[in-house]
Nanobody, 128 residues
C-alpha cells in the first residue's frame, strides 16, 4: 500500500531548529526525486528544497539557503529536512512532493504541479 508520511513539525521559538522527516512505502523509492514544499496561511505552496533520486544533487530556495539542509536515505526510504535559525516567516505546513524521474540526476524546486505523490504535511510554527 502506497504511503507517504511527514513528521517532525511543532512549535519552536525564532532561532530554533527542527528536523522534518518524510517516509514512504509502497513504491520504488529510488526512481523518485523529492521536494519539500511549504504553505503559509493565505499563501501559495512554495518549494523550499529538493533532492535528486540518489541524493547527489540538492537545491534550495533563496529564502532558506544556508539554514536548511536536505538529505535522503534510500535504504530507509526517508528524506529529512534539517531546519536551523528558524524565522517566523518559515511558519507553514510542510509537505513532501514525490516526482518520478527515473535515472535522471535532477530535482525540481518550482511548481508543485505534476507531483506523483504527496503526504498530508506537518505543521511548523515559529513564534515566541
Amino acid at each position: 500500500q502506497l504511503q507517504v508520511v511527514e513528521s517532525g513539525g511543532g512549535l519552536v521559538q525564532p532561532g530554533g531548529s527542527l528536523r522534518l522527516s518524510c517516509a514512504a512505502s509502497g513504491f520504488t523509492w529510488n526512481f523518485y526525486a523529492i521536494t519539500w514544499f511549504r504553505q503559509a496561511p493565505g499563501k501559495e505552496r512554495e518549494g523550499v528544497s529538493c533532492v535528486s533520486s540518489y541524493g547527489n544533487r540538492t537545491n534550495y530556495s533563496d529564502s532558506v539557503k544556508g539554514r536548511f539542509t536536505i538529505s535522503r536515505d534510500n535504504a530507509k526510504n526517508t528524506v529529512s529536512l534539517q531546519m536551523n535559525s528558524l524565522r517566523p516567516e518559515d511558519t507553514g505546513v510542510y509537505s513532501c512532493g514525490i516526482l518520478w524521474v527515473g535515472l535522471s540526476t535532477t530535482c525540481r524546486l518550482g511548481t508543485p504541479d505534476g507531483m506523483d505523490f504527496w503526504g498530508n504535511g506537518t505543521l511548523v510554527t515559529v513564534s515566541s
